[in-house]
């Protein structure tokens, strides 16, 4: 019998955890002589206010969703892989190479190659530690770290040594051809009338964050494979007794999750920049863990901690520019978003479990016993 409501776990311990890391932050920004409130409405109104904040925060989410979703792919299984900047990483390349080697006539036709290019791509850079985790017995934490190392590396060669047009000094490949640049949000939804969404690099990459979240769904719920991931993570060897192979769902799970990984460069590389750059990826691959373990590994819940985590992003950017209160304030507040919903999240989960079992027994102690009991 379960401790609490389903309910109770997927939304009242993120949220109870989430106050208390803005409880804290606040605590911070008085600290430094600063108002916690004043920096609360500069957040808000930065991100939340108007579509240009919106289609910040949504650009960011759409990035913590892909990531998001690549690592509870794995984590399902049971892995952990912290390999989803290297996989990104490698997925713009994918990307980019696939990009310039056509003059695509328009983003229809470029967008579905972009995608399975750096799906492609992510996913291939995911299979090697995912080999050598399921027969070679070498732990994918490790060899996913030491992967995003490499990756990073093979990324800069590239760059410098391959990708760059000629007499340029910058690290970056040439600019996409116009026919492979996706609308952004101001392109598809403004009018004659009103601009919406100016300057902001939300572009239809979002919608395919979202169609990646439902797939995510039916895939590890309504499928066998599903089912046999989840098994698998639950307990390996009721796995194998069930005749599940731990080869085949640790390079399946491995290579999904590199594949939504590597999909995240349709975002960052073609439809924000318009090329590849170096650190694309800007540490998206590594807030996707806490997105994941924040939502619970559940595609609804990656999706609201992906936006949760795209108004940090954004409005600590707001927060930094209107205000005294440095950058890096906000790296903390998002440091105690994760401690609280990740490394103590039983902090308030156990108090939580001992409250609703009180509650429960409560109704059972006014019941009046019949003979048979």
């Given at each position: 019998?379960?401790?609490?409501?389903?309910?109770?776990?997927?939304?009242?311990?993120?949220?109870?955890?989430?106050?208390?890391?803005?409880?804290i932050?606040?605590?911070?920004?008085?600290?430094?002589?600063?108002d916690?409130?004043?920096a609360?409405?500069?957040?808000?109104q930065?991100s939340?206010m108007?579509?240009?904040?919106?289609?910040?925060?949504?650009?960011?989410?759409?990035?913590?969703?892909?990531?998001?979703l690549?690592?509870?792919v794995?984590?399902?299984?049971?892995?952990?892989?912290?390999?989803?900047?290297?996989q990104?990483?490698?997925?713009?390349l994918?990307?980019?190479l696939?990009?310039l080697?056509?003059?695509?006539p328009?983003?229809?036709?470029?967008?579905?190659?972009?995608?399975?290019?750096?799906?492609?791509?992510?996913?291939?850079?995911?299979?090697?530690?995912?080999?050598?985790?399921?027969?070679?017995?070498?732990?994918?934490?490790?060899?996913?770290?030491?992967?995003?190392?490499?990756?990073?590396?093979v990324?800069?060669?590239?760059?410098v040594?391959?990708?760059?047009?000629?007499g340029?000094?910058?690290?970056a490949?040439?600019r996409?051809?116009?026919?492979?640049n996706?609308?952004?949000?101001?392109?598809?939804f403004?009018?004659?009338?009103?601009?919406?969404?100016?300057?902001?690099?939300?572009?239809?990459?979002?919608?395919?964050?979202?169609?990646?979240?439902?797939?995510?769904?039916?895939?590890?719920w309504?499928?066998?494979?599903?089912y046999?991931?989840?098994a698998?993570?639950k307990?390996?060897?009721?796995?194998?007794y069930?005749?599940?192979s731990p080869?085949?769902?640790?390079?399946?799970?491995?290579?999904?999750s590199?594949?939504?990984a590597?999909l995240?460069?349709?975002n960052?590389?073609?439809?924000?920049?318009?090329?590849?750059?170096?650190?694309?990826?800007?540490?998206?691959?590594?807030?996707?863990?806490?997105?994941?373990l924040?939502?619970?590994?559940?595609?609804?819940g990656?999706?609201l901690a992906a936006?949760?985590?795209?108004?940090l992003y954004?409005?600590?950017?707001?927060?930094?520019?209107?205000?005294?209160?440095?950058?890096?304030?906000?790296?903390?507040i998002?440091?105690?978003?994760?401690?609280?919903?990740?490394?103590?999240d039983?902090m308030?989960?156990?108090?939580?479990?001992?409250?609703?079992?009180?509650?429960r027994?409560?109704?059972?102690?006014?019941?009046?016993?019949?003979?048979?009991e």
């Amino acid at each position: 019998m379960d401790t609490m409501p389903k309910w109770a776990d997927v939304v009242l311990i993120p949220l109870i955890s989430i106050l208390i890391a803005f409880l804290i932050s606040g605590l911070v920004i008085l600290a430094i002589g600063e108002d916690p409130i004043m920096a609360l409405k500069t957040m808000v109104q930065g991100s939340l206010m108007s579509t240009y904040g919106w289609g910040y925060t949504l650009y960011y989410a759409t990035n913590f969703m892909f990531t998001g979703l690549a690592f509870a792919v794995a984590f399902h299984a049971g892995l952990f892989n912290i390999g989803g900047e290297g996989q990104a990483m490698l997925g713009g390349l994918g990307v980019a190479l696939i990009c310039l080697a056509l003059p695509w006539p328009h983003w229809t036709l470029a967008l579905p190659a972009a995608m399975i290019a750096g799906a492609l791509f992510g996913a291939a850079w995911a299979a090697i530690p995912a080999y050598l985790q399921a027969a070679r017995g070498s732990h994918i934490v490790i060899t996913t770290i030491m992967f995003n190392l490499i990756g990073a590396s093979v990324l800069n060669y590239m760059l410098v040594n391959v990708m760059r047009p000629a007499g340029a000094m910058d690290p970056a490949s040439a600019r996409f051809p116009e026919g492979a640049n996706l609308p952004t949000f101001q392109d598809l939804f403004s009018t004659a009338d009103m601009v919406v969404f100016r300057g902001a690099p939300v572009n239809v990459t979002f919608f395919v964050a979202l169609l990646a979240c439902v797939l995510v769904w039916a895939l590890i719920w309504k499928t066998r494979l599903g089912y046999q991931i989840r098994a698998f993570g639950k307990s390996e060897s009721a796995a194998v007794y069930a005749g599940i192979s731990p080869l085949k769902i640790t390079m399946a799970a491995m290579l999904i999750s590199g594949a939504l990984a590597g999909l995240m460069a349709i975002n960052n590389v073609m439809g924000e920049a318009e090329r590849l750059v170096l650190n694309a990826v800007e540490g998206a691959g590594f807030i996707g863990i806490a997105v994941a373990l924040m939502g619970r590994s559940h595609p609804f819940g990656v999706f609201l901690a992906a936006i949760l985590f795209g108004f940090l992003y954004q409005g600590g950017a707001e927060l930094s520019l209107w205000t005294n209160i440095p950058r890096e304030l906000v790296v903390v507040i998002q440091a105690l978003v994760i401690l609280f919903t990740g490394a103590l999240d039983n902090m308030v989960r156990m108090p939580l479990e001992k409250l609703f079992l009180a509650l429960r027994r409560r109704p059972d102690a006014g019941r009046a016993r019949t003979p048979a009991e």
